[in-house]
């Protein structure tokens, strides 16, 4: 079955047993491609100087397509972190979304310029906004689960962090209550080895993160972040469980990380020639493209025209942030502190809507 109950018709037999047709086959690596290629134009506006700060999500974008492709795109929700552009985006938001995020452009939907890049949100795809200190997004993913399970939406929450935002505090608060409501809550854990320059073994006393979750009395499943299908399997499992009042799952992503930390990071000082080198043979874009060209999936006619998509929206996606306007500086403080109380007629603006900072009287 597919993350929406329908079965899928299939042509080739790669996706059969999970009910992916060849069509969604090509819709998720057209996916994992564009948000490596908006990613890669990220950086090289970075170093023209055209945007202040990059926190890449290249190497972990196979996971995070795959996970997310279980979910129900605008009924389900997600609590993303800085490194999730290809989470957001498989959720719904585009190209242009995410370059106006990094030029903190008025009509930025993730937070109207207000924030730093890789802070991403938006209410009109139920993608609630990441917040700088690390792991307090699962608090509030939770939250969401239990009003879930007490509204009988039939909606899943989930989650998604770093391995080393998983040691902080809220995480145990958060599943421990989770575990105990049985609430409808994912939890995506994408391990790519480093908390920053801080190796995995220096961070965590057990092998996989995953084996925390006996504690807890839920699922802890390791999968391969390199390999798509098998993370849609085990997300599609989790969300299945959850949707069905069966409570958590925690999954454990073993992804890599292709960048430093960020565009302000030099990993190697801390990385060796062959643990970099290793990272790179893990990357899930080109094992995903050898695995649907073998499987007749993916023609080369038919990656040649989205070779050429995908370039045309990244460059499409960079005018358009480019051409955009800046926040007006005399509206610095609208949405810092409350300027209506709940009660009251909501404002007619709103994140994405050219020119909303100037107001409902145009000034």
């Known amino acids: 079955m597919t993350a929406t109950g329908h079965r899928a018709k299939t042509s080739s037999q790669l996706g059969a047993d999970v009910g992916l047709d060849d069509d969604q086959l090509r819709a998720m690596y057209r996916m994992v491609a564009l948000a490596r290629a908006i990613d890669e134009r990220m950086w090289v506006l970075n170093r023209a100087g055209r945007i202040p700060f990059v926190i890449s999500g290249q190497g972990h974008e196979g996971a995070q397509v795959g996970v997310t492709w279980a979910l129900r795109k605008g009924h389900d929700w997600i609590a993303p972190y800085y ?26 939907p993730s937070s109207g310029g207000r924030q730093m890049p890789g802070h991403y949100g938006d209410r009109r795809h139920n993608l609630l906004s990441v917040s700088s200190p690390v792991a307090t997004q699962i608090l509030h993913a939770v939250g969401i689960a239990l009003a879930a399970k007490i509204r009988h939406t039939d909606q899943v929450a989930l989650a998604a962090m770093g391995e080393g935002s998983s040691n902080q505090g809220d995480v145990h608060e958060a599943l421990n209550f989770a575990a105990i409501h049985r609430l409808p809550f994912v939890f995506l854990v994408e391990n790519n080895g480093y908390a ?12 996989d993160v995953a084996q925390r979750a006996a504690g807890y009395g839920i699922p802890g499943v390791v999968v391969d972040g390199s390999d798509v299908l098998a993370c849609y399997r085990a997300a599609l499992t989790a969300v299945e469980r959850a949707r069905a009042g069966e409570g958590p799952t925690l999954i454990e ?14 990993q190697t000082k801390y990385r060796t020639e062959e643990d970099l080198a290793a990272g790179k043979r893990s990357d899930a874009l080109p094992h995903f493209r050898d695995q ?4 007749g999936v993916l023609t080369a006619e038919v990656e040649a025209a989205l070779t050429d998509e995908i370039s045309a929206l990244v460059t499409d996606a960079t005018d358009f942030a480019e051409a ?4 007006l500086p005399s509206s610095a403080m609208r949405w810092v502190y409350a300027e209506d109380w709940p009660s009251e007629t ?17 000034t």
């Open 196 to 207: 920053i320059s801080v190796p995995a073994a220096m961070e965590i006393s057990v092998p």
């Open 253 to 266: 992503a073993k992804v890599t990380r292709l960048t430093g930390h960020s565009s302000d990071d030099q």
């Open 346 to 362: 909501p404002p007619p603006w709103g994140f994405g809507e050219p020119g909303h900072d100037a107001g409902p009287g145009g």
């Open 83 to 108: 490194r999730s552009i290809a989470m957001c985006m498989t959720f719904g938001m585009n190209a242009r979304d995410i370059m106006l995020a990094q030029y903190a452009r008025a009509s930025d």
């Open 324 to 327: 955009e306007p800046d926040p």
């Open 292 to 295: 649907l060209r073998a499987a």
